[in-house]
């Protein structure tokens, strides 16, 4: 973040106390921030009591081996049946578990608790069906519609652990998290629908069954569009309806108890280098803290409050905070399958007005996208029913924050800006709604139960008003337990940096304020979040080399008024390319599309610059920083470690020769 923006940050001096309503009767009071830090364990086996346990732990925390913790050690239980059977046993089957709302606009309806359950338990003898064990992986590849929820709960109820890859990714991606945790079933549809047209996934999945070797041994869809598969779409000896598979299934399914240590799910997520990081979470603890954090921090009272979360079931978010969180809690959710301007701007408040939502989560480029579009939109629906609202995934800047607040929020509502990450499983610093006076731009302190800190390059928390890395000094139940099959990557990655004080480093920088409030200031290694996603400048610059035409590139994420990031490019051409008199922009719409390609839309650079030469170090690291002011359009820095100082005159005159 650069100084003109920091020292904005400080200069914000709104503050927002909570509703007088809302703190008289929160869930979560002042005093527990007290409770939780005398006896940090004994707190977390009290939260764990949300749980229904076959089997009660006999230790609350092992961490007897750093950094690898095992929480409620000993203890049994089932996640689906945590998430789904207890809600009916308790009588409350006719409760609405979903509103989902399709994104063409009559397609839309109202699943209860009773009938989730039927589904889920079809669903997993379906899949026993179809070979799927204990322990075994299934890849998701949905879009957002129910049976994409049934089947994560399937997978769970049978202790599978999914590994669900948003539909957005392509093939390559898709094939390479297939390969690596050796999923041998996946789960998709014949498409989903994308500002009114069908846009098809299985050929995706077919693409990437065919460069995953022999992993993949059936494939489940969904006939969500109807769309035609082509003669090629469809191989009878692998491929299996979901209405043929799951329709007549059993809605029976007899459950069984798993450790408190099993594995429930991975997620891969972006790391430094180019090849992505398995995120393994396990059951007990994971669901604890998801569950935990959706009750206290969104104040849930399951009985009258109707919940959104806007995020993709492709995303971790979509994970703790659509799927495990709000239903271990029993909450009535809505789940919308389109995106936010079709088929106008205002659908998701029209969504909003309908179903009366209470609790609403979004993210800060959802809302800077809003605000361009213009308040009159949202003026035009009764947005009253809103009581709380959350963002999450990147900073939320102070204008977002008081939008979002006058707008959406009408003045009165409180926002909570929610810090985590894929590795946390669940959120770590949040203000409280019923406690906390909310700062624009803050997340302000860690939640009661978890503990973190800003310190300095050796590891010493840094007094308030200073600046250093985000770290968490405790372990917590959702923590991740290492990367899918890479003990040392995990232990390199995470727990390396503040080895002697045995400290999370969490990547992100962060700053406290005079009261010692935490404001995050983005990522300090090579992981870029762009739009609330987290990209690897690595693994797009090893994209982009992968193209013959390539010699060398260099990544860097430029800020971006409403991206938060952008992808940025700079791409030495090889010899034979610059010779033959080619149109870069030719060049340059290729690049963008074969990043797509192997990655996925949404790593496509918004800007990719062809230059002669990198800045370099004499030792031959590329200089980011410096290719960072070029993008950003700004004085370029220090060039004196350079190997070349004339590097960066070179690329600034021929940016400009070629604008
Ligand atoms: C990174 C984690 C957590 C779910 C979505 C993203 C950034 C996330 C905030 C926030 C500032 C935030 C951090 C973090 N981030 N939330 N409220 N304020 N930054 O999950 O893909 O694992 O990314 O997102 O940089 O490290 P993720």
Known sequence: MSEETLSNLSREERRFAPPEALAAEANVTADWYDKAAEDRVAFWAEQAGRLHWDQPWDRVLDWDDPPFAKWFVGGKLNASVNCVDRHVDAGRGD????????????????????????????????????????????????????????????????????????GGFSADALASRIVDCEAHVVVTADGGYRRGAPSALKPAVDEAVAKSGDVVRKVLVVRRTGQDLGDAGWDDTRDVWWHDAVDSASAEHTPESFDSEHPLYVMYTSGTTGKPKGILHTTGGYLVGSAYTHWGIFDLKPETDVYWCTADIGWVTGHSYMVYGPLANGTTSVMYEGTPDSPHKGRWWEIIEKYGVTLFYTAPTAIRTFMKWGSDIPAKFDLSSLRLLGSVGEPINPEAYIWYRETIGAGQTPVVDTWWQTETGAIMI???????????????????????????????????GSGGFLVLTEPWPSMLRTLWGDDERFKDTYWSRFRSQGYYFAGDGAKKDDDGDIWLLGRVDDVMNVSGHRLSTTEIESALVSHPKVAEAAVVGAADEMTGQAVCAFVILRDEVVGDGGDNADIVAELRTHVAKEIGAIAKPRQIMIVPELPKTRSGKIMRRLLKDVAEDRQVGDVTTLADSTVMDLISSNLQGGK
Do not use: Q
């Open 430 to 464: 949040s203000p409280l709604p019923g406690v906390t006076h909310g700062k624009p731009g803050s997340a302000m302190k860690a939640i009661p139960g978890v503990a973190a800190d800003v310190v300095d390059d050796e590891g010493k928390p840094v007094p308030n």
């Open 95 to 166: 409760k609405v578990a979903f509103h989902w709302v399709g994104e063409p606009e009559d397609d839309a309806r109202s699943i209860t608790y009773a009938e989730l359950k039927d589904e889920v338990c079809k669903a997993a003898n379906a899949l026993t069906e179809l070979g799927v064990r204990t322990g075994d992986r299934v890849a998701i590849y949905m879009p957002m519609i129910p049976e994409t929820v049934v089947t994560m709960l399937a997978c769970a109820r049978l202790g599978a652990p999914h590994t669900v890859v948003f």
